[in-house]
């Protein structure tokens, strides 16, 4: 009968983290997303207004990082009545 000795993996290479690259493309994204957030918020409007909507409801079940929508995005007009969403147009 022979006798083996399990192997040992060799150690992992040590990772290097270029946190201030990480940090800056961070800081970038951020940027960007900032400034197209008031344009993006006027043309929402904007629709919305062009077709009588005054009303929107968004059901939203999560905490911190993790949610989703959980119901239709229901919409009305200033009479209360049910209305529909305008149809999304991408550029």
Do not use: K, Y
Not at 28 to 45: I, K, P
């Amino acid at each position: 009968m022979t006798l083996t000795e399990p192997t040992l993996a060799p150690p992992m290479a040590t990772t290097t983290v270029d946190m201030a690259r990480i940090l800056a493309e961070h800081a970038e994204r951020e940027a960007r997303t900032t400034a197209l957030r008031s344009g993006n918020r006027e043309r929402l409007f904007d629709g919305l207004i062009a077709t009588g909507i005054t009303q929107v409801t968004v059901t939203f079940d999560g905490a911190g990082d993790s949610g989703q929508i959980e119901s239709m995005v229901s919409a009305r007009t200033a009479g209360a009545a049910s209305a529909s969403m305008p149809a999304i147009r991408r550029a």
